[in-house]
């Protein structure tokens, strides 16, 4: 499998270079590197609801981000390394990492090439949680993405064109299971001519792998966004989805339809943002099973004085596996933070996270709780030729 992913990463690569060469000149370039320093207190680093373990961890985060655009081309490349240490608990310290690129290439008068690839590699504590709202224990996972398509512009407000993603997940532990995903799409989009609304319609082939199950699933999506005047947004999506599942542990198998769906409402001003959701899907655990997640979530950004705001992120999670045993899952978090712009591009902020998850068809529905407080130093330093 490992093989596959190089081959297709470096065919991307090729053809990316083959057909951004004759767009190299008169490029304007943005290059921001930055650095963060963070000083963290978590009293359940494992995230263990029977034996807590508690600790103080110090960080620092450097990171680069660059911009290449030309009049047929834009290149964007980013990564970011978090070197974290703690204070007793050593045996907890690690290196996360995030590194990307994302392609958009003028082919023709109406054909553009579009191309990504992204590597991340984390704790399930971190990013797991944020996927699925369900982790058992705390692990490493290194994650790939790579995608690429072309669409064709039919006319000023409508477009089409194949799309192909695939994503590999590897665990750290023997106890959770590897699984890649392979996703095929054809998205057609209209722009209507108020500018205002926006149709998109997509049918969708995807083939999900791991050392538990093989999934087969086809959906249908419509999504609908509406500009409400020059602050607010809408966007919508939904769809119904089939989903075939074969179990390789005990060779049963599992074929059901259901719905799938997405709405997001949001709000942008000179002093607030905003943004609330709710999202209805299939996504994968580290045991390698496909699960329904519900997730309702909302964010905000207000700035009380020139130099002063404050922001608040919060979500919460329903889940259940598709096939097996159908066990069900809570989970939610609460983030506020206060933050104090030093200068345009430096700020100090000050989080406190919760969060909380039950596991609800076990005895005595165990419960994890996980409190975390932390302050950190952001400085950027953003150059453009």
Known sequence: MISKFKTFCCSILLISICLFSPAIFAAEITAIPSVS??????????????????????????????????????????????????LEETDFDRVNQLYGVDSRYQMLQRLYFIGEFKYRKDETTDS????????????????????????????????????????????????????????????????????????????????????????????????????????????I???????KIDRKDTNDKDDNWGGVGKIEFN?????????????????????GEIIQVDRMYLSFDKRIKERFGMKFYGSGYFSRRESGDNDKVRFFELNPSLYYLLTEEHSLELFYSYQNQVEMDDPGDPTTNRNRVWLTLNLRFPKTW
């Open 37 to 86: 320093l963070k000083v963290e207190y978590d009293d359940n680093i494992d995230f263990n609801s029977n034996n807590e373990i508690d600790d103080f961890s110090g960080s620092i985060i450097p990171g680069l981000a660059l911009n290449y655009k030309t009049e047929l081309l834009e290149l964007n490349a980013y990564g970011e390394a978090d070197f974290k240490r703690y």
């Open 128 to 235: 797991q949680l944020e996927d699925t709202g369900r982790v058992f224990k705390r692990d490493g996972r290194k994650r790939y993405n790579a995608g690429g398509g072309f669409r064709y512009q039919i006319s000023e407000l409508s477009e089409i064109g194949p799309n192909f993603e695939y994503e590999k997940t590897n665990f750290s532990s023997k106890d959770d299971d590897d699984y890649d995903l392979y996703v095929y799409s054809l998205p057609y989009t209209k722009i209507f001519k108020n500018q205002r609304d926006t149709l998109t319609l997509t049918p969708f082939y995807s083939k999900f792998e791991s050392d538990v199950q093989e999934a087969d699933g086809y959906r249908f999506e419509t999504g609908w966004k509406h500009f409400f005047g020059e602050t607010i947004t809408s966007h």
């Open 237 to 243: 999506t939904a769809g119904v989805r089939h989903t």
């Open 267 to 287: 709000k942008r001003g000179e002093t607030f943002s905003g943004l609330v959701g709710y999202l209805h899907d299939l996504r994968a655990d580290t045991q």
